[in-house]
């Protein structure tokens, strides 16, 4: 150490020497960072300008490169530098010292303490002090912090830098080359590096592309190109250029193969042309001086791209209906043929599926082909993908593949009981929609909202249905009585989201609350659709009950005939049967609906375990007579289980069918209801026409009106001029739009029922609505349009006004003959009205009988009842006409509830034969879908039809496509009538945004 | 009461099929008589007079009967098959030893056990556990109730378990139309009482106050000379029936109460006439019922007007002739127009629950209906329906859906349906508000006591607050119901271990055991 001979105090001296190492610790450390990034900086440079130089790393590839280098560099310089930034610590460096010298090891660091945070004695802490400065001084610097690793970092660096040199100079790039690289299209591998040198100039250069025939591409001319070719493989270039002088002889390199033959005109214009083979470099010579070189960059036909439409991951599908899958393939030139993958575990075959005529750029369809078709068996479990060939005949024909599908192929039984989990699956996730639909307030669209943001909830509180429907359409018959179901609720749902959709920020209080009544509307459709679903499946599993219950008791008899005889293992291994089937059993019974069947199941089922344990237990503890006994009483148990069960089902029968016998009693009740009222009808026209001589104007007068009126509905409904007129109308406005479309609607049943004092009533409601509506658009529009539309429902109006003033003054008592007839008939018709009466509450209990609505029914029949009872009325007050025509609209009354319970009763056959598997398209009955060709022979082979995919249109196969599309988007058909106007008022919102 | 119209049904079905065309025969002497003591439901009487000596087919004929209302069927049977054999002509003869006959088969199997006053008759098996509480049952009703009524006859209590709705319509001698269509469960008849187990129907009933309403039948018969109308007999039975276990009237059934109210609101009581021959010939179930309160009230009103006796001194009255009616009055001291009025008066000072409420229907054996024996879903499947989707929700842990699909159950106009408060508390459980769903099932336990699913659902919930007590109460309702079900037996034991009732403790877990096991544990080593 240096001696500091003005400084007197030792801890001074200490304090100051070790600053001093610790300024020497970081000088060595800078030198060493500066050692190490020069010597990595020229190593990395030699081996990057020495690889690049010798075609090892492609020049595209050289940014990717020198990113690595320089992490590289950067790592390793802040590695040699990491103590640069560190403070001076006279702690760190008393504690170096004190691992190289001995004699000061304990003493220089509590110097350095004490001097810190003074303590004890400081006469004895200076005397320690001096001692210590006297030993630090004989320390030296080099031994603290040597400088060997520093000379050999510098050694080292100094090899690196020779090294770069050295590579430089054998061929390597240098810096400046690399980094041109970085501005200049790469090398192309495989290329000879031109030597630099004198090089031709070349201008004016013109490409001419010939594409292969396959491409149908037409021939394309590039003046003034860059040189640069783009062209996929096979394509034909023909090239012009320029030179700058005259020259007597070019040729063509091109992939740095031999020279091709080029033409060259008046020594300056020279034409040549190469075929595109891959990527490479061309460039003309001239007298062997050569021009620059262009690149040739192909533009590779790729593989189709073929993707499966809208299915899910995995489908399962019925064995001989045509598989759901929907393909779209496309090509940069053209397809040649479709075809299917098959991979059955290890194996995998391909079935062609079309060839294309004329490839197209594009094809798409269904998979024609049903799973037998296409040699898979029910009970296989496959992933299919749709491949597409393209028509490359240059590279050869390359296959793009979709994604794997997975498909379960399902025999008969297989698709009833995947169709039953199918069912379950719809009805759980119907459950889940209706658990978020039947919280909501009524309207869901809140003063002020939008309605379109709670469509797009609610809609997607279906997604798990779509879903669902999607992956199994093949399973759902739309005619089904599952599919009905779904297909009502999908309408008022479609019609619940539609018109909510139109409902603004400042829509009327009206439209919110026909989106209300739509929404309670689509709530009992769903739930009815839930409880529909969930009584196919009650059924079902009270079937699957039965059996098990039928096969416990018969194992368990079997059981009891050799209970003496059996060994114990033997009547373990029958326990454990009988434990298996309890099992299922169990499973089943978890699928019932809470009551007393699941109960009695519950409680049977834990006395048989009961029974199976302790018959074990006696078992294993050799108690021989006991487990006798035990195993009698489970016979027994399992004996009484089977009889109660049956009893069950048969009291259960006998329920439904008194619902059933009630619902006939009603339907044979109404049709005599109708005919009887017919009847009377035609004996009250006949009456009229015979005694009510004077009558035949009024009859006239009343179909006019009714004609009228029913005009004047459709023109309601249909008049464009006047809902464009009002697309920004008032809620008044509106209002006395539908105002005029209801009252037309009452005044047309006014006058079917040939009831004059309501017809006036609703004439003149009719009047007023259109004269406040004639004055607002002449206000508003000024429109010739509006103004027709509203002048012919005002001139009909008017018509009828005048029909029914006209009728009113000539109405004139009926003859005495006709009063007597009609009297005579007044309380037949009387009668018939009570009838009704009583067929209406009849209507009302069946329909609380009913496991589902049934629309019409009760209301069909209180309007009989109602509309006979005016019917009788009218005769006992000789009001012939009225009498007539509350008479049809007893008949219409009844026919409605007629067709409604013909309906009710048609669910809920079709509902149990859902439930017990009928109809399930059994291979050859004929029924459900596809059964068609490639049935298996008795061998359980194939016939020769299977294997022979002949490909028809695809449109022949949509089935299942449509029903899907049918079910999910479509509100294309019919919708109910009561809908209709809401959706006309759907359309004016269209029209209007 | 379900099992309420079972005399009434019997006494105009059974006598007409089996005892009315034979008084007009000419036994003679001491068989005669002792005929007409078992006319007179006097057993013991016909016993002495057989014991006496009689002589031929008409002696032989009370033989037959004697054994037949001791319960010795197979002596019955080989006397009534000699007796018609001898008589071929006589269909009556052949119909009754057809009766004996099925009742011989319906009795297949069973064992007889004996203590004090008391035999009980039933198949081993499950039924094993009705046995203990059945004895209790009616030596507690001999002890306490034939005293009201002016004692009982001097014989044995003889009752026979029927396992099944079939072995029971069987030995009824019932047509087996009129025993699912009425709701008959059990039968007071031939000196003995004839049970149907509560295993035979779903949710079992309230089987041992049915079993007290039988055994009063039988000491209202004997006490009375069988001269008492159905009216008074089910008046009677019916009032008196629940007091084997208590001391004082029980209020009335909260349906009774509200049939009542509306019927005095209507001025649409049922006359007493119409009650006869019997109260099966009544409009409706709902008149029946009403019916029913009526004469209950009547009774209770009698006593409270007459005293303890009052009800013995009637049965006196009318043994010795008296007109029902005026028996009743003159005991009371007022005529009948007067005792009517008064018992209205007595009506209107109840405070009868007014809101309608509907009657449970009587399903005999499980029902594949999972609410076929609601009172008020069985018959509304619209209502049913909601409560399914209820179901549905719960299941999928959509609680706070299910519990508005189980409000969308309930209507205003439609009595609350204990299945639903019992579903809607599972819901209101699931959402965590506990005390709601407490509050929902005290009222639904208050309006429909004898519905066990409400019973245990409550039950649970407050084993669940620690209210172990108060759920001891209700699980021992829920067993009167349904003995057969074991978790119910289960908690009971539990419930009574924890509050140190160890012989109480020790019979529910037998039960339990039996149970589990479809009778009584197996003797080690014996052998079958």
């Known amino acids: 150490m240096s001696n500091l001979p003005h400084v007197t105090d030792p801890t001074l001296r200490i304090q100051a020497a070790l600053e001093r190492l610790a300024r020497r610790e970081r000088a060595l450390a800078a030198a060493r960072t500066v050692a190490v990034g020069v010597g990595a900086g020229a190593a990395l440079l030699a081996v990057l300008g020495w690889t690049l130089a010798r075609g090892w790393v492609s020049p595209a590839a050289l940014p990717a490169w020198l990113s690595m280098a320089g992490a590289a560099w950067v790592l390793a310089v802040l590695d040699a530098g990491r103590d640069l930034g560190r403070p001076v610590d006279v702690r760190a460096q008393a504690r170096q010292v004190e691992r190289v010298a001995d004699d000061l090891r304990g003493t220089l660091l509590v110097v350095v303490d004490r001097t810190e945070r003074p303590l004890g004695s400081p006469a004895l802490v200076a005397r320690l002090a001096a001692r210590v400065s006297a030993r630090l001084d004989a320390v030296a610097p080099d031994g603290v912090h040597p400088g060997r690793p520093v000379r050999v970092a510098a050694a080292c660096a100094l090899l690196a830098v020779v090294a770069w040199v050295g590579a430089h100079a054998g061929g390597a790039l240098g810096p400046r080359a690399i980094l041109s690289l970085l501005d200049r299209p790469a090398p192309v591998l495989g290329e000879t590096v031109v030597p630099d040198g004198p090089r031709a100039v070349v201008g004016d250069l013109e490409l001419r592309y010939l594409y292969p025939t396959y491409t149908r591409l037409e021939p394309l001319t590039v003046p003034n190109s860059n040189g640069e070719i783009h062209a996929p493989p096979g394509t034909r270039v023909e090239i012009s250029a320029r030179t700058a002088r005259s020259w007597t002889r070019a040729t063509l390199v091109a992939y740095g193969a031999s020279p091709l033959p080029a033409e060259l005109v008046d020594g300056r214009r020279v034409r040549g042309a190469l075929v595109v083979a891959g990527e490479g470099q061309w460039r003309l010579e001239f007298d062997g001086v050569p021009s620059p070189s262009y690149r040739i960059v192909p533009e590779p036909d790729l593989a189709p791209d073929v993707s499966i439409v809208g299915a899910a991951r995995s489908v399962a599908v019925a064995e001989d209906a045509p598989l759901p899958l929907r393909y779209a393939a496309r090509d940069d030139y053209g397809l040649r043929a479709l075809q299917v993958e098959i991979r059955e575990g290890d194996k995998v075959r391909v079935v062609p599926l079309r060839t294309l005529l004329d490839a197209p750029r594009e094809a798409g369809g269904a998979v024609p082909s049903s799973a037998r078709e296409l040699g898979i068996a029910a009970g296989s479990v496959v992933r299919l993908r749709v491949g597409a060939a393209d028509n490359d005949e240059v590279s050869g024909s390359k296959v793009g593949w979709s994604a794997a599908v997975e498909v379960e192929v399902l025999g008969p039984r297989g698709r009833a009981t995947r169709r039953m989990r199918l069912r379950q699956e719809i009805r759980d996730a119907l459950v889940d929609a209706l658990a978020a639909f039947v919280l909501e307030p009524s309207p869901a669209v809140a003063p002020g909202a939008r309605g379109d943001a709670w469509a797009e909830r609610a809609d997607a509180r279906y997604d798990a249905v779509d879903a669902l429907i999607a992956g199994d359409a093949s399973l759902l018959d739309r005619e089904s009585f599952d599919g009905r179901v779904l297909r009502r609720l999908g309408e008022h749902r479609r019609v619940l989201l539609a018109t909510a959709r139109t409902l603004g920020e400042r829509a009327a209080e009206r439209d919110r609350a026909d989106v209300a009544t739509l929404q309670a509307q689509h709530l009992d459709t769903l739930e009815d659709a839930i409880l529909a679903l969930d009584e196919i499946l009650r059924m079902a599993s009270l079937e699957a009950v039965a059996e098990l219950v039928q096969r416990l008791a018969e194992e368990a008899s079997a059981l009891r005939e050799r209970v003496d005889t059996l060994s114990g293992p033997e009547a373990l291994a029958r326990l454990d049967q009988l434990g298996r089937l309890f099992r299922q059993l169990d499973a089943r019974a978890a699928s019932l609906d809470e009551g007393t069947l699941k109960e009695f199941l519950a409680e049977r089922g834990a006395q ?267 005769l006992r007050t000789g009001d012939a006409l009225r009498a007539g025509g509350a008479q049809r609209a007893t008949e219409e009354g009844l026919q409605e509830a007629i067709a409604a319970l013909q309906q009710a009763q048609k669910d809920m056959q079709d509902m149990r034969q859902a439930a017990q598997g009928e109809g399930e398209g059994t291979p050859g009955d004929g029924k459900g879908a596809g059964d068609r060709k490639g049935r298996r022979d008795g061998n359980g082979d194939e016939d020769s039809d299977a294997e022979d995919v002949a490909l028809p249109a695809p449109e022949t196969f949509q089935t299942p496509e449509a029903y899907r599309k049918a079910l999910l988007e479509g509100m294309q058909g019919d919708v109910p009538e009561e809908y209709k106007a809401l959706n006309r008022r759907y359309y004016e919102e269209l029209v209007r945004q | 009461m379900k099992n309420s119209s079972a005399s009434s049904v019997l006494r105009g079905l059974a006598a007409a099929v089996l005892l009315g065309a034979l008084p007009g025969r000419a036994w003679a002497g001491a068989a005669e008589d002792g005929l007409a003591c078992l006319e007179r439901a006097d057993l013991a009487c016909a016993e002495r007079l057989l014991a006496g000596g009689v002589r031929g087919a008409a002696g032989e004929l009370l033989a037959a009967r004697v054994a037949f209302h001791r319960a010795d069927f197979e002596d019955a049977r080989t006397r009534m098959k000699a007796l018609a054999a001898a008589h071929p002509g006589d269909k009556d003869l052949a119909a009754e030893r057809d009766h004996v006959e099925a009742t011989v088969g319906a009795a297949e199997g069973f064992v007889v056990e004996r203590r004090r006053d008391v035999e009980v008759r039933y198949l081993p098996g499950m039924d094993r556990v009705l046995v203990d509480e059945c004895m209790e049952t009616l030596q507690a009703a001999h002890d306490r109730i034939a005293p009201l009524l002016g004692g009982a006859p001097p014989i044995p209590v003889r009752v026979e378990l029927y396992p099944t709705a079939d072995r029971f319509i069987a030995a009824s001698g019932l047509p087996a139309e009129a025993v699912r269509t009425t709701g008959v469960v059990a039968l007071s008849k031939w000196d003995r009482l004839l049970i149907t187990s509560p295993r035979a129907l779903g949710r079992g009933y309230p089987w041992r106050d049915t079993l007290a309403h039988e055994y009063i039948h039988l000491v209202v018969a004997w006490r009375s000379a069988d001269k008492a109308p159905v009216w008074l007999q089910e008046g009677i039975a019916r009032s008196h029936e629940a007091l084997w276990a208590r001391t004082d009237f029980p209020p009335l059934a909260p349906t009774a109460q509200s049939l009542l109210a509306r019927a005095l609101a209507k001025n649409a009581l049922v006359p007493l006439a119409r009650m006869h021959p019997s109260m099966a010939y009544l409009d409706s179930a709902e008149e029946a019922a009403l019916a029913f309160a009526q004469v209950s009230t009547m009774i209770e009103h009698l006593r409270g007007v007459a005293g303890v006796r009052a009800v013995a001194d009637t049965l006196t009255r009318v043994r010795d002739g008296a007109d029902a009616l005026e028996a009743v009055a003159g005991v009371a001291g007022r005529t009948p127009d007067a005792f009517l009025e008064s018992w209205k008066g007595y009506l209107r000072g109840l405070s009868l629950v007014a809101r309608q409420l509907a009657v449970a229907p009587t399903v005999l054996g499980a029902s594949d209906d999972p609410f076929g024996e609601d009172p008020v879903l069985s018959s509304r499947a619209d209502l049913a329906g909601h409560a399914r989707l209820g179901d549905l929700l719960l299941a999928r842990k959509h609680a706070e859906a299910a519990l508005a699909e189980y409000r969308k159950a309930m209507t205003p106009d439609e009595p609350p349906s204990p299945t639903i408060v019992a579903r809607e508390a599972e819901a209101l459980r699931a959402l965590g508000r506990r005390d709601e769903a407490l509050a929902r099932l005290q009222d639904s336990v208050a309006v429909y006591p004898e519905f066990p699913l409400t019973r245990k659902t409550l039950a649970a919930l407050l084993v669940a607050q620690g209210r172990t007590r108060d759920a001891l109460v209700h699980y021992r309702a829920a067993a009167d119901v349904n003995p057969f079900d074991a978790t119910v037996q289960s908690a009971l034991a539990d419930l009574h271990g924890a509050a140190g009732q160890a012989e109480l403790a020790a019979r529910h877990a037998q039960y339990r055991r039996i149970l589990d096991l479809g009778g009584e544990p197996p003797t080690h080593g014996a052998s079958r």
Not at chain 1, 797 to 825: G, K, W, Y
């Open chain 1, 608 to 874: 048989a375990h009961a029974l199976m344990e302790a018959v074990r237990q006696s078992l294993a503890a050799g108690r021989t007579d006991e487990s006798r006994e035990l195993m009698r009483r489970l016979a027994d148990a399992m004996d009484a289980m089977r009889r109660d069960l049956r009893e069950m089902q048969s009291r259960g029968g006998e329920s439904r069918d008194k619902t059933s016998a009630a619902m006939q009693e009603l339907a044979t009740e109404l049709k005599e209801l109708a005919a009887g009222q017919a009847q009377l009808r035609s004996r009250t026209e006949a009456a009229r026409e015979r005694f009510g001589g004077g009558m035949d104007e009024a009859v006239a007068a009343w179909e006019q009106v009714e004609t009228l009126a029913r005009e004047l509905v459709e023109a309601a409904l249909r008049s464009e001029g006047t809902r464009a007129a009002f697309r920004d109308a008032s809620y008044a406005n509106r209002s006395a739009l539908e105002d005029v479309r209801t009252e037309a609607e009452g005044l047309h049943d006014s006058a079917r029922a040939r009831d004059l004092a309501t017809a006036r009533t609703r004439v003149r409601r009719v009047g007023d609505a259109l004269g406040w509506l004639a004055r607002r658009a002449r206000l508003q529009a000024g429109d010739s349009g509006v103004a027709s539309d509203l002048r012919g429902m005002e001139t009909r109006t008017s018509r009828i006004r005048d029909l029914l003033e006209t009728m009113t003054r000539a109405r004139t008592r009926a003859s005495p003959e006709l009063q007597r007839a009609l009297q005579e008939m007044a309380a037949e018709q009387e009668r018939l009205a009570e009838r009704a009466a009583k067929a209406t509450e009849s209507a009302s209990r069946v329909a609380k009988k009913l496991p589902m609505d049934a629309p019409g029914l009760e209301d069909g029949t209180r309007r009989a009842a109602e509309q006979g009872a005016q019917a009788g009325e009218a």
